[in-house]
Each structure stands twice: as C-alpha cells, then as structure tokens.
C-alpha cells in the first residue's frame, strides 16, 4: 500500500534547492567577465580599486621622483663643448675685444683714402713713367698701346679690393669678431697689385732696360 505524499519531506527539499535557497535549475555558476582591456606589455592590471600607497615611514607628493639633472658644464674660452671635451665638438667664436671696432673703423677710414688715390694714380700712370724718366735722365718715355688698357684694370682692382675689404669687415664687426686684421691684409695685397703693374710697365720699356744694362748710368743730362 502506497504512503501517502506529504511536500516539505527533507528528500523532495533536498531536489528541489540548494544551500542558498535558490532552485536547482538556476544553481549554475555565473561565467566570469571577459576583460575587454589590451593585454600590457609588461605585467599585468591592477585589480579594480587598487591604488598606490607608499610605505610606511615614507613620505612622498610625487609617484614618480624624476632623476636630478646634472649641472651646466663651465663656459670657457671655447665655449661649453670644448671644454667638456666632447668629441666633434666645434669651438665658438672669440668675442671681439672693444678697441678692435675702433680701430678697424679707423683703419677702413684710411684706407679709402689709399685706394682713392691709388686709382687716380692708375690713371696717370704714363705721366708718372714719363715724369721719372725726366728725373733720372733716361730718354724719353713712349708708352705702349696697351698701358691706358693696363691702367684701368689697375684702378678697377683697386675699388673692388677695397669694396671686398668694406664688405668683409662690416660683416666681421656685426658678429662682433676680431676686423681689424681685413683692412691691414686688403693694403698689403694693394701694395702687391701696384708693384705688379708697375713691374709689368718698367720690364716693358727699351729705355729703362737699357739705363738698367748701363749699370744706372744715365743716357742724357736731367732737364734742367
């Protein structure tokens, strides 16, 4: 004979919940999130709600101490990468003493005078020849067809040395280095230029080449 059914028996209770009271066909365990985040490099994420906390008998406002930056070399003569010693390092320029402005002016001064004249003397350079022919009772001085063509290209030299040595100055003094050295080297070449030219004109005259086999003697009394 059949018992009857009474509910609530521990057997039924037992296949009908679990131990948190929750029905047995919704007792299955809940699948984990999936972490949308990029996988780091290095390591791995800090759990949610985790911070940073320094030790104990620490103290600290920055998370991250930065290394102290060493201090600037010392700036000498040539500057601070020559005299750290690093290799390819290019020395600075040398900062113009205050006399060399002035004198380099000066210099300029003067030598716009000397090229002025030196030009115009260019142009007269036949009347000079003939002029020291007189004085040392020579002859008679012929100038060449090609002397007058000599003489400007003497005088066009001239104004344009002395223009490259203006030019190259003014640009030294504006990056305030040492200029008055240019003016010094634009004379000497000058001088150079005109002991050519004049070289070329005296080697060039019969008269003069024989007062020089002659042994300095001249060939007809100076004019009186």
Do not use: C, K
């Amino acid at each position: 004979m059949s018992q009857p059914h009474v509910p609530g028996t521990p057997d039924e209770s037992a296949h009908t919940t679990g131990a948190d009271g929750v029905s047995g066909a919704s007792a299955q365990p809940a699948p984990a999130q999936r972490d949308e985040r990029p996988r780091p490099q290095y390591g791995e994420y800090a759990p949610e709600g985790w911070t940073w906390q320094p030790p104990a008998g620490e103290h600290t406002s920055d998370p991250a101490p930065q290394m102290s930056a060493p201090p600037p070399p010392a700036r000498g003569r040539w500057g601070a990468a020559a005299a750290s010693g690093a290799p390819g390092a290019v020395p600075t320029a040398t900062r113009a003493p205050s006399w060399d402005r002035v004198a380099t002016i000066v210099l300029l001064v003067v030598g716009a005078f000397g090229a002025w004249s030196t030009a115009a003397s260019m142009q007269q350079l036949a009347q000079q020849i003939r002029l020291s022919h007189t004085m040392l009772g020579i002859g008679e001085y012929t100038p060449p067809a090609w002397l007058p063509t000599l003489s400007v290209i003497g005088m066009v030299a001239q104004l344009a040395l002395y223009a490259a040595v203006l030019l190259l100055s003014l640009v030294r003094l504006r990056a305030r280095r040492i200029a008055f050295w240019i003016p010094l080297a634009g004379g000497g070449v000058s001088f150079l230029v005109t002991a050519v030219i004049l070289a070329v004109v005296m080697l060039n005259d019969p008269t003069y080449l024989s007062f020089l086999e002659s042994g300095g003697v001249p060939t007809a009394p100076p004019t009186p």
